[in-house]
């Protein structure tokens, strides 16, 4: 009796393994994950040097991962067997209290830090008549700690940050935030389900970088729009869980709000409005504020003073921007992952009066692109100025 059974059971999950096999054969490959807000990784071309490198089976391994059938299914099964065996962790992310969703940080490549503060300090110096400040928003494992699961890692970012301020030198303006965001860390300053912080937190890290800034007649009130009420971001996709949701909002200034064009530049498309309301359609709805990230975005404002923004960023100066147009004449807002212009024609060329460096902390101690933007182009390497300037 017991070896039939054990044979039914041979018989069963050879079926299921057949039709797993056949399943993944049949499914079409997926470029783009929407749960994941990431590229998936394609079928790798198979050679002789892939092969003998050891490349080949390495990135087989991620498309078999990316692409298996099912898989958005698989983490939220795994998600909950986690849970059942008592796991606080879940694909990176920790399951936190109240509902949070909290990404664990990842290591520094301090490396990488030193050149793209080597390159930073470099930048400033070679413009001395520009005011450049940079401004890292610690992470919501470090502001919000006592939502983290009993007796999980915390990593001390203020002595990462207090490291990035010795790399950058004295002719680099610090805007710290992280006593303002720690001060409002009963508020909801973070999305539960994201990995961004919320418009409520850029807002208050706004009112410190605008004293630092010394930007002048700073708006106090705003009119406050909720766009979304169902958003589930990034850490729901990438730890099966979704037992939260966040609510979107923007910010508009109630007194001093100028009208605004802008401008995406690699693909010459214009707007009236910052906020692209057909991504509140989609999954990551977070890309409401720009329509996600993109190489280039220059703002022209009718705010009539004659002060103009270089922002260096990443996505969580997206939602930061709406508080910063009553101020500028033009903001030109750069993501160094996808730019490949030069900077340093950039800034003559556009009268730029101000640079801004704004990043989460866990971004820019990982990130290897920034260095190569900033260095100075050599003469036989440059575009013309007209290249230069787009």
Not at 37 to 49: A, D, G, I, Y
Not at 319 to 333: D, R, T
Not at 348 to 359: E, H, K, R, V
Request: aromatic share 12%; proline share 3%.
């Amino acid at each position: 009796m017991q070896s039939r059974f054990y044979r039914r059971m041979v018989r069963v999950f050879g079926v299921l393994l057949v039709i797993m096999v056949l399943a993944n054969l049949i499914k079409r490959d997926q470029e783009f994950s929407d749960e994941e807000n990431r590229m998936l990784t394609q079928k790798p071309v198979l050679t002789w040097e892939s092969l003998t490198s050891g490349d080949y089976m390495t990135d087989f391994e991620s498309y078999v991962s990316d692409q298996f059938f099912a898989r958005n299914q698989w983490i939220t099964v795994k998600l909950y067997e986690d849970i059942l065996l008592g796991k606080k962790e879940s694909n990176g992310v920790y399951l936190g209290k109240d509902g949070y969703l909290i990404e664990k940080p990842d290591e520094p490549d301090w490396e990488s830090v030193s050149n793209n503060m080597a390159a930073v300090s470099a930048l400033a110096e070679r413009h001395p008549d520009i005011s450049t400040y940079m401004c890292m928003v610690p992470n919501s494992f470090y502001i919000l700690e006592d939502k983290l699961p009993a007796q999980a890692p915390v990593r001390d970012q203020e002595r990462d940050l207090q490291k990035i301020r010795e790399l950058a030198g004295g002719s680099v303006h610090d805007i710290n935030v992280t006593d303002v965001l720690k001060e409002h860390a009963d508020e909801d300053i973070y999305y539960k389900t994201d990995h961004h912080w919320t418009s409520l937190g850029a807002y208050y890290a706004f009112a410190a970088a605008a004293e630092a800034m010394r930007l002048e007649n700073v708006e106090t009130e705003y009119d406050i729009h909720t766009v979304a009420s169902d958003f589930q971001g990034t850490l729901a996709s990438k730890s099966g869980y979704h037992g939260s949701e966040d609510i979107i909002q923007v910010y508009e200034a109630a007194n001093i709000e100028p009208d605004y064009i802008v401008n995406y530049v690699e693909s010459n498309e214009k707007s009236t409005s910052i906020y692209n309301s057909s991504c509140l359609e989609e999954k990551d709805k977070y890309t409401v504020f720009f329509g996600g990230n993109h190489a280039r975005i220059d703002i022209s404002t009718t705010q009539p003073e004659r002060k103009n923004l270089l922002l260096f960023k990443d996505s969580y100066a997206n939602c930061f921007v709406q508080f910063l147009l009553p101020y500028y004449q033009s903001i030109i807002m750069i993501d160094a992952r996808y730019y490949y212009e030069n900077v340093d024609s950039l800034i003559q060329n556009y009268g730029i009066t101000d640079i801004l460096f704004l990043y989460n902390v866990n971004t820019f101690v990982t990130d290897n692109s920034l260095a190569d933007v900033l260095n100075p182009v050599q003469p036989d390497e440059a575009g013309s100025p007209g290249e230069a300037s787009e």
